[in-house]
């Protein structure tokens, strides 16, 4: 089965939330000329490309995609495929947060935990919000990470456009409900990518840290949850 044909769709990829496995998922309900960005493109970008060359797509290009993906804000997804259906997952702040640190030690293993946060506050702080608070394509909140009262007020706005919104800890759950809607059967050989810390390995006050930064993430995810 195939996705309805009168309609696209464009997943927004939050960051740590399982968003690859559910990439991978998409990839097998849509044919590769339909992605954009497409493995082939991927593998040519070493990842998704940036908002600059997203939004530089030829439209007659473009007007043959039913599948857009990527680390892209809501408004990037709004202002390319407007009449789109938005699919994204949510994640618990603090478990999202502490999956990202991990992730980046991995990377720079010489680099504590602690030193890691305070290095990318952008990338941690409020970071869900920042995907949804922008309304001009300037990016202003994605790009800078400053979040106030005003911006999770208009994030939780656009989150209630999105077509669906997906939990990352009802992973399973959120899986059936988005193919049942999408009309399809997802292939079920693909399985969720996994960290394998423990919550448990970070101190007290790392933890009380973590939740002081994503306050306003924190209302989002809970409301989201409602």
Same mark, same amino acid.
């Given at each position: ?7 696209? %769709?464009?997943?927004?990829? &939050? ?32 990842? %998704?490309?940036?908002?600059?060359? @997203? ?6 290009? *473009?007007?043959?995609?039913? *599948? ?12 390319? &495929? ?7 997952? *949510?994640?618990?702040?603090v ?12 990377? $720079? ?28 394509l300037?990016?202003?909140v994605?790009? $800078? ?6 911006? @999770?007020?208009?994030a ?18 959120? &899986? ?20 394998? %810390? ?22 989002? %995810?809970?409301?989201? @949850?409602?």
């Amino acid at each position: 089965m195939v996705p309805e044909i009168n309609h696209r %769709y464009f997943f927004i990829h &939050m960051p740590k939330t399982g968003g690859t496995s559910i990439r991978q998922m998409l990839n097998t309900a849509f044919s590769q000329k339909e992605i954009l960005p497409n493995r082939r493109e991927m593998k040519k970008y070493n990842g %998704y490309p940036s908002i600059d060359k @997203l939004l530089a797509v030829d439209k007659n290009i *473009l007007e043959h995609k039913r *599948l857009a993906r990527g680390h892209y804000p809501f408004v990037v997804a709004n202002t390319l &495929m407007p009449e789109s259906r938005k699919i994204v997952f *949510l994640r618990s702040p603090v478990e999202r947060t502490v999956s990202f640190l991990h992730h980046m030690q991995r990377r $720079s293993p010489e680099q504590s935990i602690e030193s890691i946060l305070e290095s990318k506050i952008r990338k941690v702080a409020n970071r869900q919000v920042q995907f949804f608070a922008d309304n001009e394509l300037g990016c202003q909140v994605f790009k $800078s990470g400053v979040v106030t009262e005003d911006h @999770l007020q208009m994030a939780l706005c656009n989150l209630e456009k999105c077509w669906f919104v997906g939990i990352s800890e009802r992973f399973d759950e959120s &899986m059936n409900l988005c193919q049942n809607m999408l009309g399809i059967n997802f292939d079920n050989t693909v399985t969720r990518n996994q960290g394998n %810390y423990q919550k448990t390995q970070l101190s007290d006050e790392l933890m009380e840290r973590i939740k002081q930064l994503n306050q306003f993430d924190l209302i989002f %995810y809970n409301t989201a @949850l409602s």
